[in-house]
């Protein structure tokens, strides 16, 4: 499997692309684990932007979840970038799927409670940087 990792400073629509079937898609088949959050959607989003500044990250982009994934709740997305600018996009040829390894998903389940779906650590050298779970979880305690 032949795995290419570069860097988007443009082109949001493949972003976009990418980013889009994550937000349908549930933790356990995306390679991604859930946090819960006790605040709201806007509010947990806020949070999360936040502590990323706090923590020497840009805010790439911000996404809203196409009409497919409205079924599973009100989902967006946080794409990240590096102070340097950019974001990592990784493309594995084989499986012919684009990753956005700096993006978190930020779905209202209907049941009211708010998931905050954070992916595999991307294992690419961003030094000073810490990693996303606990960037997560210091912005949700």
Known sequence: MKRLRFWMTGGLA????????????????????????????????RKLETAARGHGYTIFA???????????????????????????????????????PLALTIVARPDGRTEVRVPGEPGLPISGLVPLSRLVDSALS
């Open 14 to 45: 493949v972003v976009m692309a990418a980013v889009s079937g994550d937000l349908v898609r549930e933790p356990s088949t995306s390679g991604s684990t859930a946090r819960y959050s006790q605040y709201d959607a806007d509010e947990t989003l």
């Open 62 to 100: 911000r996404l809203a979840a196409t009409s497919a994934a409205a079924e599973a709740g009100r989902s967006m997305a946080l794409v990240l970038g590096v102070p340097e600018g950019g974001t990592p996009v990784m493309v594995d040829e084989a499986a012919a799927s684009i990753e956005v």
